[in-house]
């Protein structure tokens, strides 16, 4: 099993900061990662997939980087709707969730 | 609009079965690859189940492998998963995701979910 591993586990920003969360992977995944933001009593959605297409959904402040095992999120300028819990996904095997990044205030 | 509706989800004691559903809508039901995709109190996503569109494709995860079956009636839009031998660490929401159409496999809309407690 791929195992994915997220870091920070939380990061605290102030809105209009960017915002940098990691993802790496045990082993090579290439570009086969997503990112996911789950928001309170609301169901996941997806932000980023093949590591660097952003979803229709979601503005250019988000963009997504890496191949291989390591990945980025950055979100170039937090805006209060952003803050949530962000997952990476890796497809490449299976399917396997990194255990989240909480973007707060 | 897309919509994934699960249901069937409740309180069960140990070793009981249960069966979800998830209704879909607002899309092409039977060309779309689907998942279950579960979320312990505390915890974070877990993937647990895939079928092909056609339905002859499923993959499980080792948690699940063995008690859960999953399906679908794509004349119902509808999506199922048979749960038995039910475990206290069975307890989590659970939903259904829709896979991209085509050479990406991430899931592109999730449903609400629905809730199983597995307790005595």
């Known amino acids: 099993e791929i195992v994915m591993t997220q870091s920070p586990a939380t990061l605290s920003v102030s809105p209009g900061e960017r915002a940098t969360l990691s993802c790496r992977a045990s082993?090579?995944?290439?570009?086969?990662l997503a990112w996911y933001q789950r928001k309170p009593g609301q169901p996941p959605r997806l932000v980023i997939y093949g590591a660097s297409t952003r979803a229709t959904d979601f503005p250019a402040r988000f963009s997504g980087s890496g191949s291989g095992t390591e990945f980025t999120l950055t979100i170039s300028s937090l805006q209060s709707e952003d803050f949530a819990i962000y997952y990476c996904?890796?497809?490449?095997?299976?399917?396997?969730f990194g255990q989240g990044t909480k973007v707060d205030i | 609009e897309v919509q994934l509706v699960e249901s069937g989800g409740g309180l069960i004691q140990p070793g009981g079965s249960l069966r979800l559903s998830c209704t879909a809508s607002g899309f092409t039901f039977s060309v779309y690859s689907m998942h279950w995709v579960r979320q312990a109190p505390g915890k974070g996503l877990e993937w647990i189940s895939y079928?092909?569109?056609?339905?002859?494709?499923?993959y499980y995860a080792n948690s699940v492998k063995g008690r859960f079956t999953i399906s679908r009636d794509s004349a119902k839009n509808a999506l199922y998963l048979e749960m038995n031998s039910l475990r206290d660490e069975d307890t989590a929401v659970y939903h259904c995701a829709r896979q991209i159409y085509g050479s990406s496999s991430a899931f592109d809309f999730w449903g609400q979910g629905t809730l199983v407690s597995v307790s005595s």
């Open positions: 996904q890796q497809y490449q095997n299976r399917w396997t």
């Open positions: 082993q090579s995944i290439s570009n086969n």
């Open positions: 079928i092909s569109s056609d339905s002859s494709t499923t």
